[in-house]
């Protein structure tokens, strides 16, 4: 159990589904990431959450929509995904006043989109 | 630019064996973090490096703060089985006025044969 929380674990959708990914933490932190993760490429950041406000936003597809609600928790809100769009998603927290940015990561969520 | 090259990509070991891997980027970081993903999970911290020079260690694992601040490596003494999987490295750039912006290595993915 490493604090960061995410469901569901797998999804297969088509590319015409809506879908959300969860994202649940209980360590105290006040910013939230999404990262992708895609076969023998780094790790992409995708969005952060800064208490609750999006501080950034990678240039990702507006197919992509997140949304927190709290500092608690974050949601990838999926619809109309292309089949590239198939990988890990990733969730992270953080303390951001620690001096160093740690990241505490979920276990991921695995789309595939077909 | 701030990109991190990990290196090796792959590595094929015995058991037993002592593993040696490192990162290096043209730019300065303020910490290095090396994390490692086992299949189907996120990526877990291992270690965290905070001042250039530094020395750590948890456990077999070895980590150091390269002194010009644009490297580090991680070893792992006498490999065992659970030590197979991805690790990654990770640093922090300071971008301006505090901001900071972690930037992950290409990963290694460690394969140990028994």
């Known amino acids: 159990e490493t604090g960061v929380t995410q469901t569901p674990r797998h999804l297969v959708m088509g590319m015409t589904n809506k879908k959300s990914l969860k994202c649940e933490q209980h360590l105290g932190h006040n910013a939230m990431y999404w990262y992708k993760q895609s076969a023998k490429k780094p790790l992409e950041l995708m969005f952060v959450?800064?208490?609750?406000?999006?501080?950034e936003n990678n240039s990702v597809p507006s197919r992509f929509s997140p949304e927190c609600p709290n500092s608690s928790h974050l949601f990838l809100h999926l619809h109309t995904l292309q089949p590239e769009d198939s990988a890990l998603y990733l969730c992270?927290?953080?303390?951001?006043?620690?001096?160093?940015?740690?990241?505490?990561f979920g276990a991921g969520s695995r789309l595939t989109v077909l | 630019g701030q990109q991190l090259n990990q290196s090796p990509q792959s590595m094929f070991i015995q058991e037993g064996e002592d593993v040696s891997m490192n990162c290096t980027s043209s730019s300065i970081f303020n910490t290095w973090l090396w994390y490692k993903q086992d299949p189907g999970e996120g990526p877990v911290l291992l270690i965290a490096?905070?001042?250039?020079?530094e020395l750590t260690s948890n456990g077999r694992l070895t980590a150091q703060f390269g002194i010009t601040r644009k490297d580090s490596f991680l070893n792992i003494s006498a490999s065992i089985p659970s030590d197979v999987g991805i690790y990654f490295c990770?640093?922090?750039?300071?971008?301006?006025?505090?901001?900071?912006?972690?930037?992950f290595g290409q990963g290694t993915r460690l394969t140990i044969n028994p």
């Open positions: 992270a927290s953080s303390l951001r006043e620690a001096g160093a940015n740690v990241l505490t």
């Open positions: 990770a640093g922090h750039l300071l971008i301006i006025q505090g901001a900071q912006k972690l930037v």
């Open positions: 490096l905070y001042k250039a020079g």
């Open positions: 959450y800064n208490f609750k406000e999006q501080t």
